[in-house]
């Protein structure tokens, strides 16, 4: 069975930092470049940032110093390090990645961040 489930959203207040994981089974996980994303009410999903199987990351222009893509191929874990988050970060979180030609996605984590 492939899937991918998020952890670690929560409520912080700006400038402070949460991590995101996201545990992948393991067929899904080995050589596959492991995506997050995020979404508010009414805006369409966007990417935030991605690291390919061999380690290589890439960001959204928004989050690019101040969030860290990471893995654990050990873990068939994706982490989301979140530092100097801002009211703008608000949002559902969600991991993704390209399974045999299909998109597959988390439930998402809802991570919150108060002025």
């Known amino acids: 069975q492939v899937h991918l489930v998020e952890s670690g959203g929560g409520r912080v207040q700006a400038g402070g930092s949460l991590r995101l994981s996201c545990a992948a089974s393991g067929s899904i996980f080995r050589l596959n470049t492991m995506r997050w994303y995020r979404q508010t009410p009414g805006k369409q999903r966007e990417f935030v940032a991605s690291i390919s199987s061999g380690g290589s990351t890439n960001y959204s222009d928004f989050v690019r110093g101040r969030f860290t893509v990471s893995r654990d191929n050990a873990k068939n874990t994706v982490y989301l390090q979140m530092d100097s988050l801002n009211p703008e970060d608000t949002a559902v979180y969600y991991c993704?990645?390209?399974?045999?030609?299909?998109?597959?996605w988390g439930q998402g984590t809802l991570v919150t961040v108060s002025s």
């Open positions: 993704n990645a390209n399974y045999r030609g299909i998109a597959v």
